[in-house]
């Protein structure tokens, strides 16, 4: 039985995609003895073959790119939104997804508000439309080159460490979550010192999940197996 050869990214498209790849890292780095769980959270992305090495850092940094510009539609006034504007700023859910149904659709609802305006296009449509360009591809080889245009474009706004520490925790916080909470959410006032550590943990990530503006207050807190007013706390 013979070996499949992978190649490794093309020189083009690596560039970009592990430039942002590590510039988020930067960005989101773990807290000291964090005991691998941001590692793994990370090492949870899904697999999935994209006819090349780095699959895995190719998906990450695909949403990545995808939820920093999300997250920069959601900065400006709902009011003075342009609907493409506002249906990326809240397209978390098929960023989020490698289902090809699910990603389909997000890409639909992206291209839907703005497929009938006249060429030459807006310079505000750019980021929508190639977040539905990317979101088109749910594997294989043509989800690398979306991938790295969309990292291109995030790279040239030079978007801040604190914009890009929110979008890592877009993309793997749920994972960090349940890492963090596998054997139960350590509880508060604890005498024993490294269930005080766990719990400023939990609490680094809470904060980081809460920035990425994906779940709301009483979802967070469920997940993460605290009260509202412990949450309140930690985000102020």
């Not at 493409?84 to 700023?89: C, I, R, S, Y």
């Not at 006249?118 to 310079?123: F, I, S, Y």
């Not at 766990?198 to 993460?224: E, M, N, P, W, Y």
């Amino acid at each position: 039985m013979t070996t499949r050869r992978v190649d490794a990214l093309p020189d083009e498209h690596a560039g970009p995609i592990l430039g942002l790849l590590e510039q988020v890292r930067a960005a989101a780095a773990p807290p000291a003895g964090d005991g691998g769980a941001w590692a793994a959270a990370e090492a949870g992305q899904v697999r999935v073959r994209t006819g090349y090495k780095a699959a895995r850092r190719t998906l990450s940094a695909g949403q990545y790119a995808a939820h920093t510009l999300r997250l920069l539609a959601l900065a400006q006034p709902e009011a003075e939104r342009e609907p493409w504007t506002d249906a990326l700023a809240h397209a978390g859910e098929p960023i989020g997804s490698w289902d090809w149904d699910v990603r389909m659709q997000g890409a639909l609802d992206l291209r839907r508000t703005f497929k009938d305006l006249p060429d030459p296009l807006p310079e505000s449509v750019r980021p929508a439309r190639l977040v539905a360009a990317w979101l088109t591809h749910a594997s294989g080889v043509g989800l690398v080159p979306v991938t790295a245009r969309l990292a291109t474009h995030v790279l040239e706004l030079e978007p801040s460490d604190d914009l890009l520490a929110a979008a890592w925790y877009a993309t793997h916080g749920d994972r960090l979550l349940a890492e963090l909470t596998a054997n139960g959410t350590p509880t508060s006032g604890a005498a024993d010192g490294d269930e005080a550590h766990q719990r400023a943990l939990l609490r680094t990530a809470v904060r980081g999940i809460f920035r990425a503006q994906l779940h709301t207050k009483v979802d967070l807190s469920a997940r993460a197996g605290i009260t509202r007013r412990t949450l309140d706390a930690w985000i102020a």
